[in-house]
């Protein structure tokens, strides 16, 4: 994902809170168990949000340093963003 | 045998706790100390049955209903499934809306997710295992059409072409992989379904988003008064838990307006249904708390013919045909009596085949039904 970009969830997707974290479903196709820090990450991108926020916003929930929860974070919204419930806008 | 009546009571209690978790004024409680691993398998196949999971993971999730960790992982699974099948609900939910959009047929979130989204603090309370959708009666066929173009199935027939749109409560379909949806024109089969004055259902809405489209429910005292019939009159009325729970959330947090409530109760003729409701809900739940409506339905007297009406929905004698004869007499003019009469003493093959009878059984069944409807008329 690119420096800069905004992340959003895109319209038609429903989600609902597990014990464990959240379930997604995309409009199409299955739905995406997310963990608690998934869960974190799901809530942060309610609001169109910077790469920069979110993974500052991880690190800050997780009391960790940025630089521990940056490749997760990535990870995580690459994988939203290729099953098509999260938005990424470009600067 | 006192160890199983033991458990049982347990097992009650528990499922009472639960149905009231997270009310302040309850006097439930729920237990102490886990239940072993064989029981706790039976508890969760009563709180599946009672659809109580929703509020069965919070109780775990905050360490209210003390577990194992086995068991925690069990309820969260069950959770996580509940959830799921909501979720897809949901989805069908959309598609069949954008499809009545397009046909410009007016419509209204029932039940489930409606109340889900509404009168919970968070839809994760509250599973669902069908959707349930309004429409106009004179849209009602135009709306099974477009809902089967989509891919869902009319499970029953109606007895004759055009029953359900004037007499009947509404159609159930289904898709293949087993998702229901309910279409409804009214509340309930028999007598109580056609005292509702269908206009009232269109007065006024609340607003549910999904996945970003913005989607009608009924006012607040109409699901109020859906709530109560779906506690007292419909098919999970003997153990009522999760319908008691709604009423009790929509007239503890809710924003119900009570004297509206009541004047739409005595306008549909459902204040005695009403009143069952609440106090039903009250006793289940054993709350404390009391509200203008809760006051009211405690000392509300159902009259005669409430009693006979009540008694075609009572369990054993509830069949479709014994509530929609004892709804005959509820229909003012001569010319509808007679044509769902004959509707009914004459169903289409197609109707007879999804129940698997012959002719004469119909009409033996009939015969039975109609001396419990004379009753409940």
């Known amino acids: 994902m690119s420096v800069g970009a ?23 196709g299955d739905v ?43 990870t995580v919204l690459v994988a939203l963003r290729d099953a098509g419930v999260v938005r990424e806008t470009l600067p | 045998m006192t160890i199983a009546t033991t458990t049982t009571d347990r097992f009650k209690e528990t499922l009472r706790g639960l149905a009231a978790y997270g009310l302040d004024g309850t006097g439930h409680s729920l237990p102490s100390e886990p239940f072993d691993d064989n029981a706790f398998q039976h508890l969760l196949r009563w709180v599946q049955a009672s659809k109580l999971i929703g509020l069965t993971g919070a109780a775990v999730a905050n360490d209210a209903l003390v577990v194992t960790p086995s068991q925690r992982d069990a309820v969260a699974d069950k959770h996580l499934k509940a959830m799921c099948h909501t979720l897809y609900l949901e989805r069908l939910l959309l598609d069949l809306t954008d499809g009545l959009d ?35 009666s004179d849209s009602f066929d135009a ?80 699901r109020l008064l859906h709530a109560a019939i779906h506690a007292t009159l419909g098919h999970t009325a003997s153990t009522p838990f999760l319908p008691s729970r709604d009423i009790a959330e929509m007239l503890l947090f809710g924003a119900v307006n009570a004297s509206a409530a ?87 093959r197609q109707f007879l085949e999804d129940r698997n009878l012959r002719y004469r059984d119909w009409l033996r069944r009939g015969v039975g039904s109609a001396v419990r409807a004379r009753r409940g008329s």
């Open chain 2, 262 to 348: 009541r004047e739409l109760a005595a306008r549909w003729q459902m204040e005695a249904v009403l009143a069952e409701a609440v106090t039903g809900a009250w006793h289940l739940l054993d709350l404390a708390d009391v509200t203008t409506l809760s006051a009211w339905a405690e000392g509300y007297h159902p009259s005669e013919l409430d009693e006979r009406r009540r008694s075609v929905y009572r369990a054993g004698g509830a069949t479709y045909t014994a509530k929609s004869l004892a709804a005959l007499s509820t229909l003012p003019r001569f010319r509808d009596k007679l044509s769902m009469a004959s509707s009914l003493a004459f169903p289409s």
């Open chain 1, 32 to 74: 995406i168990q997310l963990d608690r820090t998934g869960s974190l990450i799901w809530e942060l991108v309610a609001t169109p949000t910077t790469i920069e926020s979110v993974v500052e916003a991880t690190a800050l929930a997780c009391s960790v340093d940025i630089d521990d929860v940056m490749t997760g974070t990535h």
């Open chain 2, 102 to 136: 397009r046909a410009g047929i007016e419509c209204r979130v029932l039940k489930g997710s409606a109340v889900a989204q509404l009168d919970y603090e968070d839809p994760f309370l509250r599973p669902f295992v069908d959707i349930d959708i309004l429409v106009q």
């Open chain 1, 6 to 28: 905004t992340v959003t969830r895109v319209d038609r997707v429903l989600w609902r809170r597990t014990l464990d974290g959240v379930v997604v479903l995309p409009p199409w």
């Open chain 2, 143 to 222: 709306a099974v059409d477009v809902i089967q173009r989509a891919g869902v199935n009319r499970i029953w027939h109606g007895p004759r072409p055009g029953f359900d749109r004037r007499f009947g409560k509404g159609a159930t379909l289904s898709t293949p992989d087993g998702y229901e949806v309910d279409l409804h024109r009214t509340f309930v089969q028999g007598p109580w379904g056609l005292t509702v004055d269908l206009g009232d259902l269109w007065k006024g809405s609340r607003t549910i988003e999904l996945g970003g489209k913005k989607l009608l429910a009924l006012s607040d005292e109409a």
